[in-house]
């Protein structure tokens, strides 16, 4: 067998029940998700070149020739070119399975679940894709989706084995005890960090990393995220300006320096704003460089709709939309700023289907321990249940958002974008006691 042509796909058999973060159990048909959805997805990823041909999915029961199935599964772990892994469920075999393709493999693996599937704790740092079976215009944009991850991942062909980067670090600064180990033990104390919640400390770590390496491009990106987490974003700038000289076509970095920019635009006062960089070109460079980075259409929708292009802008949040398949970031900013052009809300059927998906997503993140994305998380689902006219969940979501939020610069953000629904005529119940609420927890910040 040519496992190098392989897709091995781990998932759970046949029918099981499911139960989402609220408690809700559902059957759902496992073997239909491969046949539906995973085998076409996985059947249209080209190899890249200068080989040929696509990938070739395959799961244990569905293969037909005799053998012990567990000796067949380990092999395919062990050497299949790549490993989709569904953790839908939670289910321990799946989870056992990725463990083994973790120790096996450096690179290959990705891990999909249903939106509102929790992430556990062990791999909440490892990104997992969301995918829906259901209705069929969903499993069509998710069939895209896996497809389009699968193929970008083996034209990369990057690291993404936790249990194989930790193993790394440990060799290199057993074997190699210089400044390249040096950089990696840096670099693992700030992943730690992180993995504890102690940011100043990965900051800390991350420093020391670039005395030994200053020219690597991804340790700035990473620091500068963490400094506009806490809310300095002309540190941030720094760091994320360096990593684009350091790698002009970096499309993570020009878009990173854009909202740097356009946030150190928007607080100087306007007699300053003159000659000052907006973040409007680095974000459309972003967008040169990766057209399907739903963040930088958003964040450029932002610093467009800030300058006052409303048209444009509304253009970029759509666009955005249709990138993230319905992210709520995006999905939430062209419905406030349809209101503030109309001067009233209009939420027709597929907007409110929308939002009822982003809901389930977000429900899953805020309920995850810890939260995923927040403050942003709750703040997006606090918006829906306000246009939902749920006034109490809307009021409470918010004000949790808040205690989750790095700076006052986050809960400013949120606030401002509620008062220009206010502004522009919209009175949701609620809405005003939200405003009220955000400017009162601005003060905390403060202190």
């Known amino acids: 067998m040519d496992y190098t042509r392989i897709c091995f796909v781990i998932m759970p058999f046949g029918e099981k029940d499911v139960t989402d973060d609220k ?6 048909n496992f073997d239909k998700i491969y046949d539906n959805v995973f085998v076409p997805a996985v059947s249209q990823v080209k190899l890249p070149p200068p080989e040929t041909g696509n990938l070739e999915p395959r799961r244990t029961d569905k293969d037909f020739f005799t053998g012990d199935i567990s000796q067949e599964m380990f092999e395919y772990l062990e050497y299949s070119r790549f490993a989709l892994t569904d953790i839908t469920g939670l289910n321990a075999n799946v989870f056992y399975e990725l ?34 079976y259901q209705p069929d215009p969903q499993a069509a944009e998710s069939r895209k989706t896996i497809t389009q991850v699968l193929t970008e991942s083996l034209q990369q062909n990057r690291i993404d084995s936790p ?13 190699q005890p210089g400044p390249r180990a040096m950089v990696e033990a840096d670099i693992l104390a700030a992943e730690n960090a992180i ?10 770590a991350y420093r020391q990393a670039l005395v030994s390496d200053p020219k690597n491009n991804l340790l700035h990106l990473r620091l500068g995220l963490l400094l506009k987490d806490q809310g300095d974003f002309e540190d941030a700038l720094q760091h994320f300006t360096k990593a684009v000289e350091l790698a002009p076509e970096y499309s993570d ?24 960089p907006d973040g ?12 399907q980075d739903y963040d930088a259409h958003a964040s450029l929708g932002g610093a467009l709709k ?3 292009k ?8 759509e666009r955005a939309v249709e990138v993230s398949q319905g992210h709520s970031y995006p999905l939430l900013n062209a419905l406030k700023l349809k209101a503030q052009l109309k001067g009233k809300l209009e939420i027709d059927s597929k907007l409110r289907f929308q939002m009822k998906r982003a809901e389930r997503s977000l429900q899953a993140q805020v309920s995850a321990d810890p939260p995923l994305d927040p403050p942003w998380s709750f703040f997006d689902l606090a918006e829906i249940r306000l246009y939902n006219g749920d006034s109490a969940g809307f009021l409470a979501t918010a004000e949790r958002g808040t205690e989750f939020a790095a700076n006052k610069s986050e809960v400013v953000t949120f606030r401002e974008a509620l008062e220009a629904l206010s502004n522009a005529g919209v009175d949701q119940p609620g809405l005003k006691e939200g405003i009220a609420m955000l400017r009162e927890r601005e003060g905390f910040f403060d202190s």
Do not use: C, M
Request: no cysteine.
């Open 23 to 28: 408690g809700n159990t559902q059957k759902v």
């Open 310 to 317: 409303t048209q444009e802008a509304l253009a970029e949040y």
């Open 99 to 132: 463990g083994v393709r973790h120790r096996a493999r450096q690179a290959g693996t990705a891990i999909f679940r249903q939106v509102a599937a929790k992430l556990p704790f062990d791999i909440a740092s490892i990104k997992a894709f969301f995918y829906e």
């Open 163 to 175: 249990v194989q980067r930790a193993l790394i670090v440990q060799r290199a600064i057993a074997e």
């Open 195 to 204: 993995r504890a919640g102690n940011k100043p400390a990965a900051i800390t």
């Open 280 to 291: 409007i070109e680095s974000l459309r460079a972003a967008i040169q460089y990766n057209p």
């Open 306 to 308: 800030r300058s006052g």
């Open 253 to 276: 970095a020009h878009r990173e320096k854009g909202i740097a920019e356009n946030k150190l635009w928007r607080s100087a006062k306007p007699e300053e704003r003159a000659g000052e």
